[in-house]
């Protein structure tokens, strides 16, 4: 893993890089961390948002690609549209995160060059897709079982399963993450046993060899 290291008083900071399949906890594990331990969370979700606002050069070029009909009645992007496009087309959903994600990579780095604390958890649900593990020291994979994930993912979002699954096949399989893993988190029982796990996780050293 190549690891790019910040610097908090002279020292080198801790960033976790928070990661998992859709569905399976990393939410739960980042509110957990910002807390009971009081960590800056930096989420690539929030500047994804970001990146495609009215008025934004990516909002502009998907406006293009796919014609005015995927923007609201008040300009805004119509998510719902654009994930049963880009989760059932491989080549589109490449050619969104081009579009997206070297702004969220910008803004990661910008912000945690901003923080002088020891420990930064940057929330990244396509760590590995989208190659931005050199930005941490640590990757924690949050995973659960195959069922757990489409039950949760069917419930949170309204799907219906063969929408839960497209979502689902459009990342990396969850085992793939967890051999990348530094720590795996198992989200498949209750909020005391993820805690624990939390806990051990942080106690942890962040040094990787």
Not at 41 to 55: H, T
Not at 83 to 94: D, L
Not at 169 to 182: D, F, G, I, V, Y
Request: charged share 20%.
């Amino acid at each position: 893993m190549s690891v790019l290291f910040g610097e908090a008083n002279g020292m080198a900071q801790r960033i976790i890089g928070l990661t998992g399949g859709i569905a399976t906890g990393k939410s739960s594990v980042a509110a957990y961390l910002e807390n009971r331990y009081k960590l800056p969370i930096l989420d690539s979700d929030v500047y994804a948002r970001d990146a495609v606002q009215p008025g934004t050069v990516a909002l502009a070029n998907i406006a293009q690609r796919y014609g005015a009909e995927i923007l609201l009645a008040d300009g805004n992007l119509d998510r719902q549209q654009l994930g049963n496009i880009v989760f059932s087309h491989q080549a589109e959903r490449a050619w969104l995160e081009e579009q997206i994600h070297p702004y969220v990579r910008e803004r990661m780095l910008l912000a945690q060059n901003q923080l002088t604390v020891p420990t930064i958890v940057m929330v990244v649900p396509l760590l590995f897709e989208v190659k931005m593990t050199d930005l941490v020291t640590e990757i924690w994979v949050v995973v659960c079982s195959d069922e757990q994930q489409h039950q949760r993912l069917m419930k949170r979002n309204s799907l219906s399963r063969p929408q839960a699954e497209a979502r689902i096949n459009s990342q990396m399989p969850l085992s793939e993450k967890a051999r990348q893993a530094t720590i795996v988190i198992c989200n498949d029982s209750d909020l005391d046993h993820l805690y624990t796990q939390i806990d051990q996780a942080m106690s942890r050293s962040s040094h990787i060899s």
